[in-house]
């Protein structure tokens, strides 16, 4: 993993490592290989609940579920998908955005990273994460050794731009759900990163801190989840990027955990 000084410059993490007394370029001091067996915190967790039923950050108007239109997206392909969603009308969002923000990467990627959903720059470009908070991602992929287009695909829960950048309501998400859903099993990733409070709630039914979730591996569709904070969160709070580094590194860890457990190993 690449962790020499432009790296950490542009996460402006570079004098915070010196600070911490960490050597730039030591993986052995930075990211802590694993021993042979993980422990019972990295072991992956089943979640028994339904994402969006588990949310206690419920809106004021009751879920309306559509099976026959959640199994009518779980059929499309790509090419379907994308058409469909950029001109759904399922929920109040679409009635202000200038194109919906259906996702970019490789459409086979092992990495999946979970947003919240669209801001003005994306709504914009009809791109996810091409902001500020975009570059911060960029830069955190760049450092673990990815980048987008290739390694990883990048999504949000919801595809259109929420009024003033608020939150998605519950409802907003779960009129989103089956495209979310239907990317990730065309996808099929072997890891998830969920960005942000709205992304881990979505993704695992929990809406405990993120103090608690990071650090711990959870499952989603059967695949792996690993939460984090969102990009936007870490601009404002500069001394929590250390932790989301840490994530990062975390992640990395589990993907490399999972290649072996794969291979035989």
């Known amino acids: 993993m690449r962790t020499d000084e432009n790296y950490l410059r542009e996460l402006e993490l570079l004098d915070t490592f010196r600070q911490l007394g960490r050597q730039v370029g030591d993986e052995q001091e930075v990211a802590k290989p694993e021993t042979a067996k993980p422990t019972a915190r990295e072991e992956p967790v089943a979640v028994s609940r339904p994402p969006l039923q588990a949310a206690k950050t419920a809106a004021i108007t009751p879920i309306t579920i559509d099976p026959a239109r959640i199994a009518r997206i779980g059929a499309m392909d790509w090419a379907a998908v994308k058409t469909e969603s950029a001109g759904c009308a399922a929920c109040g969002l679409c009635k202000q955005r200038k194109q919906a923000v259906f996702g970019v990467g490789a459409e086979s990627a092992p990495w999946l990273f979970v947003g919240e959903g669209p801001g003005a720059e994306e709504d914009e470009q009809g791109e996810p994460f091409v902001g500020q908070a975009g570059r911060l991602l960029d830069a955190m992929l760049a450092a673990a050794g990815l980048q987008r287009g290739r390694e990883a695909y990048i999504a949000n829960v919801v595809k259109c731009r ?12 779960a009129a989103c759900a089956p495209f979310l859903d239907r990317q990730i099993d065309l996808i099929q990733p072997s890891l998830i990163v969920a960005l942000g409070k709205t992304a881990v709630i979505r993704l695992t039914g929990s809406d405990a801190s993120m103090a608690s979730m990071r650090g711990s591996m959870h499952r989603y569709r059967d695949i792996p989840v690993v939460a984090t904070y969102h ?25 490399e955990r999972l290649a072996a457990l794969q291979n035989g190993k």
């Open 162 to 173: 929420p009024p003033g950048n608020r939150t998605p309501t519950l409802d907003e998400a």
């Open 231 to 255: 990009p936007a969160y870490l601009l404002r709070s500069l001394p929590e990027k250390l932790k989301g580094w840490e994530d990062m590194l975390f992640a990395r860890r589990q993907m």
